[in-house]
C-alpha cells in the first residue's frame, strides 16, 4: 500500500496559485499600459465617430491645415517685400553717396583749374566735365551735360579776380530721377504712386557740391 505525503500535495496547490497570481497581475499591468480605444460612460462605449464634435473635428483638421499654409505664404510676401526695399534701398543711397562724392571731385577740379594766373571760363567746364564722364555719368569729356547737371561759377570769370580773392564752382545733379533706372533700384519699385511719399530719394531730389579755392597769382 503506498502512502499518499500531505505535504508534496500542499506544496503543489501553493505553487499553482502563486503561478495564477502572477499571470493575473501580468495581464493587469499590459491593460493599464495599453492605451485607451473607447471611452465608456453610464456602460456603453462610445467611440471617436460618436464623441461631440468628433467628425467636425476631423473635417476642420485639413482646413486647419490649408489656412496655416496661407497664413505662412502671406506672411512670407510681406517680409519679401521689406527685405527687397531694404536691399534695394542699401544699393541705391550707396550710389548716392557716389555721385556726391563725384560731383565734390568735379567741383574741386573746376575750381583749381580756375585759380591759376591765366586761367578763364573756358577752363573750368572741361575739368568738370572729365571728372563727370570719368565717373560715368554722362558722355562728354569737355562739355557738362546740362539735361543733368548745372555748373555755377563765382565769380562768372575767374580771370577778372585779383590774388588771394576766393573762387566758387557749384556743380548739381538736377533730378535724382535723370539718372538711369538701373541705379535708381528702391526709387523703381517704390514707383511715383502711393509708396513714393515714403521713398528718401524721390524724383525730384537735387544732389550739389561746392568747392571754394583762392586765386593764384
Known amino acids: 500500500m503506498i502512502s499518499e505525503n500531505p505535504s508534496a500535495n500542499t506544496t503543489d496547490a501553493t505553487s499553482e496559485q502563486l503561478h495564477a497570481m502572477?499571470?493575473?497581475?501580468?495581464?493587469?499591468?499590459?491593460?493599464?499600459?495599453?492605451?485607451?480605444?473607447?471611452?465608456?460612460?453610464?456602460?456603453r462605449v462610445l467611440h471617436a465617430d460618436f464623441l461631440p464634435?468628433?467628425?467636425?473635428?476631423?473635417?476642420?483638421?485639413?482646413?486647419?491645415h490649408s489656412m496655416a499654409r496661407g497664413t505662412?505664404?502671406?506672411?512670407?510676401?510681406v517680409v519679401l517685400v521689406v527685405l527687397l526695399i531694404i536691399s534695394f534701398g542699401m544699393a541705391e543711397f550707396s550710389y548716392a553717396f557716389f555721385v556726391k562724392n563725384t560731383l565734390e571731385a568735379a567741383a574741386?577740379?573746376?575750381?583749381?583749374?580756375?585759380?591759376?594766373?591765366?586761367?578763364?571760363t573756358t577752363d573750368v567746364e572741361p575739368a568738370v566735365a572729365a571728372q563727370l564722364r570719368a565717373a560715368g555719368l554722362q558722355t562728354s569729356a569737355t562739355v557738362v551735360d546740362t539735361a543733368k547737371f548745372t555748373l555755377t561759377l563765382s565769380p562768372t570769370n575767374p580771370a577778372t579776380m585779383a590774388v588771394g580773392a576766393t573762387f566758387q564752382v557749384t556743380v548739381a545733379l538736377r533730378r535724382w530721377d535723370g539718372l538711369p533706372a538701373g541705379v535708381r533700384p528702391m526709387s523703381t519699385m517704390l514707383g511715383s504712386g502711393a509708396l513714393g511719399y515714403v521713398n528718401p530719394l524721390p524724383?525730384?531730389?537735387?544732389?550739389s557740391a561746392s568747392a571754394t579755392m583762392r586765386k593764384e597769382g
Open 108 to 120: 574741386r577740379e573746376g575750381a583749381r583749374a580756375g585759380i591759376v594766373s591765366s586761367a578763364v
Open 22 to 43: 502572477l499571470n493575473g497581475a501580468s495581464q493587469q499591468l499590459r491593460r493599464d499600459d495599453a492605451p485607451p480605444q473607447s471611452t465608456a460612460t453610464e456602460g
Open 53 to 64: 464634435f468628433g467628425r467636425l473635428a476631423r473635417r476642420w483638421t485639413p482646413l486647419r
Open 203 to 207: 524724383g525730384s531730389k537735387s544732389i
Open 72 to 77: 505662412s505664404l502671406i506672411e512670407m510676401t
